[in-house]
Antibody, heavy 119, light 109 residues
């Protein structure tokens, strides 16, 4: 069974940085696009970023452009999200998700990691 | 870009059918047949229920079905069961990104 395990969440002050990691296993990681999706407390899902299977392209939601960077290491089956200049409205559970077929739908989700940005 | 529009809540009795709508624009739902639906139980990660408008992943009950007309997609759950009570989210591809709906809370009375 596919496994996605996020780590790196925590409590951080506004303006600081945090790096999330996602360890992927039990599938050929280098064949799949990967995304980050977040969910603020009591709110709905929000797509954050995508990185193509080979790392050649990345795209972001407007609210994080210039602050967040998604990357991957296919040799280590790892996905990352570098988050800089964090704001209180970045507080959320961050999910690592697998893209099935390159059509931006998500067949496997991690358990999520909690990021809390204090002001 | 704005989120897709879903009703905040729907309800139904066991055995009944319900439909959740998801309205977008001709830049997202109207432009692509890449609409998906997710079920989220309390405290859990979302689970894929429908992809490519109307396809079910292996293991998802055939009580769940999806459709699309113009800029609006729909999720229908037939033969409602108590375990269907959850939050449901639609999503659509658009211009190298993904939009989600605001979510619909399904209550099984």
């Amino acid at each position: 069974q596919v496994q996605l395990v996020e780590s790196g969440g925590g409590v951080v002050q506004s303006g600081r940085s945090l790096r999330l990691s996602c360890a992927a296993s039990r599938f050929t990681f280098s064949n799949y696009g990967m995304h980050w999706v977040r969910q603020a407390p009591g709110k709905g899902l929000e797509w954050v970023a995508v990185i193509w299977y080979d790392g050649s392209e990345q795209y972001y939601v407007d609210s994080v452009k210039g602050r967040f960077t998604v990357s991957r290491d296919n040799s280590r089956n790892m996905l990352y999200l570098q988050m800089n200049s964090l704001r209180p409205d970045d507080t959320a559970v961050y999910y690592c998700v697998r893209d099935r077929g390159g059509r931006h739908y998500f067949d496997y989700w991690g358990q999520g990691t909690v990021v809390t940005v204090s002001s | 870009q704005s989120a897709l529009t879903q009703p905040a809540s729907v309800s139904g009795s066991p055995g009944q059918s319900i439909t959740i709508s998801c309205t977008g624009t001709n830049s997202d739902i109207g432009a692509y047949n890449w609409v998906s639906w997710y079920q989220q139980l309390p405290g859990k990660a979302p689970e894929l229920m429908i992809y490519d408008v109307s396809n079910r992943p292996s293991g998802v009950s055939n009580r769940f079905s999806g459709s699309k007309s113009g800029n609006t997609a729909s999720l229908t759950i037939s033969g409602l069961q108590p375990e269907d009570e959850a939050d449901y989210y639609c999503s659509s591809y658009t211009s190298s990104s993904t939009l989600f709906g605001g979510g619909t809370k399904l209550t099984v009375l």
